[in-house]
């Protein structure tokens, strides 16, 4: 099931320029929650260096 679900979002990824790649690249997207917090974590499918980490609050 988790491969199915990687996959599909390895599909529906979004594109972001990496500066080490040097080029547009699809995006991995991790989003990890702490209580009300949520981080969301952009890393390039290429080269796997971090290209965005987003913090916001959530309401629970």
Not at 1 to 22: F, H, Q, T, W
Not at 30 to 36: A, H, R, S
């Amino acid at each position: 099931m988790k491969r199915i679900v990687k996959g599909i979002k390895r599909i529906l990824s979004e594109e972001a320029y990496c500066p080490n790649c040097d080029r547009f690249v699809k995006v991995d997207v991790e989003v990890k929650t702490y209580g009300d917090r949520r981080i969301e974590v952009k890393k390039c499918s290429v080269c796997g260096r971090v290209i965005e980490e987003r913090e916001y609050y959530v309401e629970v």
